[in-house]
């Protein structure tokens, strides 16, 4: 419930700015993809402001996620070897567990053994 709370919490005034952003930036613009001809590029793109900055967010929150994903490989490389270790001990464990209650257990004598006596220092 707190979570949902939080969420709505979060969500609802970013939707406000978004939807705030959009409107203050309906114009339209060009974006060319032509670095040699700023007149007429071989390649643009006309839209509104907000749909080109959205998108430029998306695209940066992507590139940004797989570039992480691509630093913690170590990480995830480590962490399946040790599950595997931890697995394969695991299984070692059980197999010793079971093998333990075959064995006969030794009684012990009736009598224990008498106790070293000392003597006390000289001197």
């Known amino acids: 419930m707190l979570s949902k709370i939080l969420t709505a919490v979060i969500l609802v005034p970013l939707a406000i700015?978004?939807?705030?952003?959009?409107?203050?930036n309906r114009e339209s613009?060009?974006?060319s993809f032509d670095p040699f001809s700023a007149t007429e590029p071989a390649a643009a793109a006309t839209l509104?402001?907000?749909?080109l900055i959205?998108?430029?967010?998306?695209?940066g929150v992507?590139?940004?996620?797989?570039?992480?994903?691509?630093?913690?490989?170590?990480?995830?490389?480590?962490?399946r070897r040790l599950e595997r270790e931890v697995?394969?001990?695991?299984?070692?464990?059980?197999?010793?567990e079971g093998s333990a209650h075959e064995?006969?257990?030794?009684p012990?004598?009736?009598?224990?053994?008498?106790?070293?006596?000392?003597?006390?220092?000289v001197g």
């Not at 959205?54 to 695209?59: A, M, P, S, T, V």
């Not at 992507?62 to 962490?79: I, S």
């Not at 064995?103 to 030794?106: A, G």
């Open 17 to 24: 700015v978004i939807v705030a952003f959009a409107m203050a």
């Open 29 to 31: 613009v060009m974006v």
């Open 48 to 51: 509104p402001l907000f749909v």
């Open 54 to 59: 959205i998108l430029l967010l998306i695209i």
């Open 62 to 79: 992507f590139v940004g996620g797989v570039a992480t994903w691509l630093r913690q490989g170590d990480w995830r490389q480590r962490a």
């Open 87 to 96: 697995r394969e001990l695991r299984a070692k464990g059980d197999a010793l």
């Open 103 to 106: 064995l006969t257990v030794v």
């Open 108 to 121: 012990r004598e009736s009598n224990p053994p008498a106790r070293l006596k000392l003597r006390p220092p």
